[in-house]
């Protein structure tokens, strides 16, 4: 895996920021987007912008088979057996809310148990905080390790047979764990409840098989693996799907409307009500094709190789706390970290006086930030962009910040 070819394609990675060369260590947030991307988004608009399924003019018809063909280049990505499985929305918050209001409702009273765990983000909490507050079910919380990953021990005997719906993220955005999707999905199936996966964090950076999986509903963003803001996907099973009522209501996702009654479109398009995400689905069959060409392999490979290298120099670095599994085995590619007597508010800013971009806060999980028993910390984030170099940038910011701290107290 060439690195320095791969950050060529990147046009934004090649500018200063405040009179210092870019070190980009914010990709858990978001991603930047190669050329061919960018370029996929400006030939739909200066080229064959038109609404989808609807028109049988050269142009709609166009955009019809670039918003399919999308669909198309998801399902094989994730290996979903059909393309009516794979449907775009916003993202994964959209993706889990839909879920949650959908299948949730339908499926989950009063006295029924739904499973997450203390690491996940909040739009992987709160709609089924608000399921479980209109339903009258239990929320329940599989405990962390002391490491911050799970024990399917722990799985096991949170599980029960009242459990309809567990939902875990496949890795942290905190962590960096990688949860065992795939063990945790028979665990549930066993007592009969269904898996919902948020792959935020995971979809980007390594090979996912839903099938393999088992998982009856994956969740995740484009903007996070190469692709535009404002997209994303929900798979889910045919058979969850197609019982399924639609949250939106509108354009697109009708068959037949009368004064009284309608009746919905088949899958995959009667969850996708109103003008789709045309740009953006075309944008992220584009960072598919991208991130297929350079292969999940090698970027999980890389990205591994990066965290082992970042543990070993930051460790190194005086009043560090690092969070998460010490193993890099372990952990995708996320460091999160406090540097004694800095708060991580300053601790960017001056990493951005450097030109170094990291993520500081609580990092949308609450609860998970009250477990380690911070208000917030520090976060850098690789890609398959990012070098060595890039992390001894950061290693020697993080000194000089210190530095500067220690002179000024």
């Known amino acids: 895996m060439n690195v320095s070819e791969i950050r060529r394609r990147f046009p934004i990675l090649d500018q200063e920021v405040n009179g210092q060369p870019l070190v980009y260590l914010d990709s858990a947030a978001t991603s930047q987007k190669p050329l061919s991307v960018i370029q996929a988004l400006n030939e739909y608009y200066s080229g064959y912008n038109a609404n989808v399924h609807r028109g049988v003019h050269t142009l709609g018809t166009k955009a019809t088979d670039g ?7 998801v399902k094989t990505f994730i290996n979903a057996s059909s393309t009516e499985e794979v449907i775009f929305m916003r993202g994964t918050t959209t993706a889990i809310n839909t879920v949650a209001q959908s299948y949730g409702h339908a499926n989950v009273g ?4 739904i499973v997450i765990t203390h690491m996940e983000h909040h739009s ?4 089924w905080q608000q399921l479980a507050k209109v339903t009258g079910a239990t929320l329940k919380y599989v405990p962390l390790q002391e490491d911050g990953t799970l024990s399917l021990e722990d799985v096991r005997e949170t599980i029960t047979s009242q459990t309809k719906i567990v939902s875990i993220m ?8 990688m949860n065992p999707i795939k063990e945790i999905t028979k665990i549930a199936h066993d ?3 269904v898996m919902v996966v948020d792959g935020a964090q995971a979809a980007p950076h390594m090979k996912v098989d839903v099938q393999d999986l088992d998982c009856d509903f994956f969740a995740f963003s484009g903007h996070k693996m190469a692709g535009p803001t404002g997209i994303g996907v929900l798979y889910g099973k045919k058979k969850w799907l197609n019982n399924m009522e639609p949250v939106e209501f509108g354009g697109e996702m009708i068959d037949f409307v009368g004064l009284h009654e309608s009746t919905w479109k088949e899958l995959p398009w009667k969850l996708e009500g109103g003008t789709p995400i045309i740009a953006g689905a075309i944008g992220l069959g584009a960072a598919i094709d991208f991130l297929e060409e350079i292969g999940l ?3 999980e490979k890389h990205e591994h190789h990066l965290a082992a290298y970042a543990l070993e120099k930051m460790s190194a670095v005086e009043g560090m706390t690092i969070y998460g599994p010490k193993d890099p085995s372990k952990r995708a590619g996320i460091v999160t970290f406090n540097l004694d007597d800095v708060h991580p508010h300053d601790l960017a800013t001056v990493l951005d006086a450097e030109g170094i971009a990291i993520r500081a806060g609580h990092h949308c999980a609450q609860p998970l930030m009250k477990w380690l028993n911070v208000s917030s910390t520090a976060r850098a984030s690789f890609y398959l962009y990012n070098t060595e170099e890039d992390i001894d940038r950061l290693v020697a910011g993080l000194v000089k910040t210190k530095e500067y701290f220690s002179d000024v107290f």
Do not use: C, F, Q, W
């Open 110 to 113: 009063e006295g029924d148990e």
């Open 297 to 299: 392999d090698a970027i």
């Open 191 to 193: 007592h009969g409840a």
């Open 124 to 127: 992987n909490i709160i709609p």
């Open 67 to 73: 918003y399919e063909g999308a669909r198309e280049k």
């Open 170 to 177: 496949m890795v942290s955005n905190v962590l960096g764990t």
